[in-house]
């Protein structure tokens, strides 16, 4: 079945960088979209980026102002979230997802068929 496992959330200081990886089993990356969301404390959900399965072209990449990247690496069905600068407003847990199909509109959260549990990353000093 799809299953979808986040990792790489911490701690980390103002200004740094994480990476977080969404490890896929069950589907192909080929043929699937993959997204990243976030839930800040007492926040609403709030869509980051989207990698295309066909093409893997990245979506809504303005929306972070160029400070977070998506990437994918198909032989290990994992995508990535590279988070750079990252300030005490980027806290939140971080979610992947995904859907059969192109990457929906950036707020369309009920369009995604599947979830991963979530990453919490904190950014402290």
């Known amino acids: 079945q799809v299953q979808l496992v986040e990792s790489g959330g911490g701690l980390v200081q103002p200004g740094g960088t994480l990476r977080l990886s969404c490890a896929a089993s069950?589907?192909?990356?080929?043929?699937?979209?993959v997204g990243w969301a976030r839930q800040g404390p007492g926040q609403e959900r709030e869509g980051l980026l989207c990698i295309s399965g066909d093409d893997g072209r990245a979506h809504y990449a303005n929306s972070m102002k160029g400070r977070f990247t998506i990437s994918r690496d198909n032989a290990k069905s994992t995508v990535y979230l590279q988070m750079n600068s990252l300030q005490p407003e980027d806290t939140a847990v971080y979610y992947c997802?995904?859907?059969?199909?192109?990457?929906?509109?950036?707020?369309?959260?009920?369009?995604?068929?599947?979830w991963g549990q979530g990453t919490q990353v904190t950014v402290s000093s």
């Open positions: 069950g589907f192909s990356l080929d043929y699937y979209a």
């Open positions: 997802a995904t859907r059969r199909g192109p990457c929906p509109s950036r707020r369309d959260y009920n369009s995604w068929a599947y």
